[in-house]
Nanobody, 122 residues
């Protein structure tokens, strides 16, 4: 069972990126899925989460209104659309999955994907 993230890269401030995360080895219908990030020298922090079976979403205040989390249950995928990017969004982004949504919010999920680097230049 694993999560595989992709889509990171280098973008100028104000630009957009879309991260993808593919789940494999099981179905994730009963799992909340989401994203966290870790900037150099800082602790990993919650970014966004979507409830199992889709529906409700929750965001960190720092990204609210700029980032959108979504999922495709049929494809076992979760996405993070990032718009109006700022230099302070620079970090390694990790996808996460857990049957309990709160575990993703407090950054202790059952399953982590490998990170994908996002760099926003000023």
């Amino acid at each position: 069972v694993q999560l595989q993230a992709s889509g990171g890269g280098l973008v100028q401030a104000g630009g957009s990126l879309r991260l993808s995360c593919a789940g494999s080895g099981r179905t994730f219908d009963n799992y909340a899925m989401g994203w966290s990030r870790q900037a150099p020298g800082k602790e990993r922090e919650f970014v966004a989460v979507i409830k199992r079976r889709g529906g409700s979403t929750y965001y960190a205040d720092s990204v609210k209104g700029r980032f959108t989390v979504s999922r495709d249950l049929a494809k076992n995928m979760v996405y993070l659309q990032m718009d109006s990017l700022k230099p302070e969004d620079t970090a390694v982004y990790y996808c996460a999955a857990d049957p309990v949504l709160h575990k993703i919010v407090v950054v202790t999920p059952e399953l982590w994907g490998q990170g994908t680097q996002v760099t926003v230049s000023s």
